[in-house]
């Protein structure tokens, strides 16, 4: 099943409103969590690390006020698009990294979010 | 700052047959890890394959196979005996080991297509 839940699949909001997209660590604990957007036929592109108990770090050219981020718990991070606008339209995608004694680190990501901005 | 790059935008190939998606990345780092991961149309990211940089031997996942060249900064893609299935995007990528975070920086891409 799934490790790393993102939540909404779909979502279309009207220019000018908020949406809030969730990335939730499923039976274990993500203190950091990394927040990418896709455009159509285009690469991931980091967007921001979110780090838990304090203030996420932005990729260079990515506005902080219009994309917050909020780790408030060790298996929640969520990414509010603020007043969103048609050229916000993307996919956005979390993933985090599970750190397990035996196994070593692993790499998981969420199903991802696609936003359309009406 | 770390980049990678997929020099093959698209590239196509008869089911069964073999191929080889190209992938070259560039960092001062000597400790990293570099991946290849498949993209189908649902845009779940899977990974395909993974290698540690400081292990010679090049890592294998059943059809699928790396030609790691450290000297080189090259990390290649084989996939033998292809299926449909593995229409996709496929994506290379690298992480520097830092400690606690470790984000993927990720190439271009290049859209894979098996044909019947």
């Known amino acids: 099943g799934a490790v790393v839940s993102q939540h909404p699949s779909w979502v279309i909001c009207k220019s000018g409103t908020s949406v809030k997209i969730e990335c939730r660590s499923l039976?274990?604990?993500?203190?950091?969590m990394f927040w990418y957007r896709q455009f159509p036929k285009q690469s991931l592109m980091l967007m921001a690390t979110?780090?838990?108990?304090?203030?996420?770090?932005?990729e260079q050219g990515v506005e902080k006020d219009k994309f917050l981020i909020n780790h408030a718990s060790l298996t929640l991070s969520t990414l509010t698009v603020t007043s969103a606008h048609p050229e916000d339209s993307s996919f956005y995608i979390c993933?985090?990294?599970?750190?397990?004694?035996?196994?070593?680190?692993?790499?998981?990501f969420g199903e991802g979010s696609w936003l359309t901005v009406v | 700052a770390q980049t990678v790059t997929q020099s093959q935008p698209e590239m196509s190939v008869q089911e069964a047959e073999t191929v080889t998606l190209s992938c070259t990345y560039d960092?001062?780092?000597?400790?990293?890890?570099l991946f290849w991961y498949k993209q189908p149309p649902s845009r779940q990211m899977i990974l395909v394959i993974r290698?540690?940089?400081?292990?010679?031997q090049n890592a294998t996942e059943n059809r699928f196979s790396v030609n790691f060249q450290k000297a080189a900064k090259s990390f290649s893609l084989k996939i033998s005996d292809s299926q449909l299935g593995d229409t996709a995007m496929y994506f290379c990528?690298?992480?520097?080991?830092?400690?606690?975070?470790?984000?993927?920086?990720f190439g271009q891409g290049t859209r894979l297509t098996i044909n019947p």
């Open positions: 993933s985090t990294i599970r750190q397990q004694a035996n196994s070593g680190n692993t790499i998981y």
């Open positions: 039976d274990f604990q993500a203190t950091t």
């Open positions: 979110s780090n838990e108990g304090s203030k996420a770090t932005y």
């Open positions: 960092t001062s780092e000597s400790n990293y890890y």
């Open positions: 290698q540690e940089a400081y292990k010679q």
């Open positions: 990528a690298f992480m520097k080991h830092i400690r606690g975070a470790q984000k993927l920086v």
